[in-house]
């Protein structure tokens, strides 16, 4: 049923209010006018100036408002903080993207489950964890963006386990706004966009957690490069 609405004294519809913006933005534009040119489509590309570790900690923030749960630590320390988080949840198997860095899981004696084009939802759902990297990270959104490629693995690895963990490089993997991001992205990738974890609620706002992707987010933002020196 449409929502109506009071407008100079009589109730009109959502979508004769809809309808009506869309006629005054084109009113003066005419018929011949080509589609690119017909409206001003120029926006802002970011909100506010933010420095590189504010856009971070931006980040860091919308993701936990998401209930995703958020780690940092250096690049040597990934390996250490990776193998600390399967422990915790008492993960006796991983699923591992065919690209996926070696020395991020050479802390762990958790066996190892290869990402395999055959591999059935059902043995997916018997895989207690998933580790992979991402392609890019939104910070006003809390959002991350995975594109299919080497260090992620296909769409389905990371939508049937029920524990995801995802490592962001900063601050190169992350942007301010989804247009700064869509720059970055190929549209022609299978991209999977993830703010927190799988949820949905009811009509009376009840929150359920798992329904069609994984109950528990860990992202884990890694800064520096393996084996850096820092003064």
């Not at 991020?104 to 059902?122: E, F, K, N, Y």
């Not at 998933?130 to 080497?150: F, H, K, R, S």
């Given at each position: ?80 903080v ?28 958790v ?7 055959d591999?059935?939802a ?42 995801h963990?995802?490592?962001?490089r ?27 974890p ?11 957690e ?22």
């Amino acid at each position: 049923m449409a929502a109506y609405a009071r407008w100079k004294g009589r109730e009109v519809s959502s979508r004769d209010v809809i309808l009506g913006r869309v006629r005054r933005a084109l009113a003066d534009v005419s018929d011949d006018t080509p589609y690119e040119q017909a409206v001003d489509r120029s926006y802002l590309r970011e909100h506010g100036a933010r420095s590189v570790a504010e856009t971070v900690d931006l980040l860091a923030e919308n993701l936990a408002d998401y209930r995703a749960i958020v780690h940092r630590c250096t690049a040597d320390g990934l390996p250490a903080v990776i193998a600390g988080l399967l422990a915790d949840r008492g993960s006796t198997s991983v699923l591992v993207p065919p690209g996926l860095d070696g020395e991020w899981l050479a802390a762990t004696g958790v066996p190892r489950v290869p990402d395999r084009a055959d591999s059935t939802a059902h043995e997916l759902d018997r895989v207690d964890s998933v580790v992979t990297a991402c392609t890019v990270a939104i910070a006003e959104t809390g959002t991350l963006v995975l594109d299919g490629g080497p260090e992620q693995g296909r769409r389905r690895v990371t939508l049937v386990p029920d524990h995801h963990i995802c490592v962001v490089r900063v601050p190169d993997q992350v942007v301010s706004s989804v247009p700064q991001a869509l720059l970055r992205l190929d549209p022609t990738r299978p991209l999977t966009w993830i703010s927190g974890p799988s949820a949905t609620s009811d009509i009376e706002l009840d929150r359920v957690e798992g329904v069609h992707g994984p109950r528990i987010l860990e992202v884990v933002l890694v800064s520096g490069r393996p084996g850096a020196v820092t003064a």
